[in-house]
Nanobody, 124 residues
Framework: QVQLVESGGGLVQAGGSLRLSCADSGRTFSSGAMGWFRQAPGKEREFVAA????????YYADSVKGRFTISRDNAKNTVYLQMNSLKPEDTAVYYC?????????????????WGQGTQVTVSS
């Protein structure tokens, strides 16, 4: 069973950086895609980034492209989201996701599993 546990959220000033981690504490690390979504207050959950099993392909929302980097370490059963040049509009609960399918043509990701989320707050 895949059990995703996020960490690394917190409060940071605009322009700062944070690195989120997502570890699979279950019996089997997801052998498929993994990614990150976020949900700001009063808004729907939105896609942020995704990465294939091999790590050979990555996908980003336009709003974070060039600022965020997704990576994974399959030996550690962990996926990361390095967030640089943070903006107040990046404030949200960030959710790790695993499994499911990435549709590269439309840069959409439909995961199977979800973590509980970690809060990221960017002050102006």
């Amino acid at each position: 069973q895949v059990q995703l546990v996020e960490s690394g959220g917190g409060l940071v000033q605009a322009g700062g950086s944070l690195r989120l981690s997502c570890a699979d504490s279950g019996r089997t690390f997801s052998s498929g895609a993994m990614g990150w979504f976020r949900q700001a207050p009063g808004k729907e959950r939105e896609f942020v980034a995704a990465i294939t099993w091999s790590g050979g392909s990555t996908y980003y929302a336009d709003s974070v492209k060039g600022r965020f980097t997704i990576s994974r370490d399959n030996a550690k059963n962990t996926v990361y989201l390095q967030m640089n040049s943070l903006k107040p509009e990046d404030t949200a609960v960030y959710y790790c996701a695993a499994g499911g399918t990435i549709y590269s043509s439309s840069t959409t990701y439909y995961p199977t599993y979800w973590g509980q989320g970690t809060q990221v707050t960017v002050s102006s």
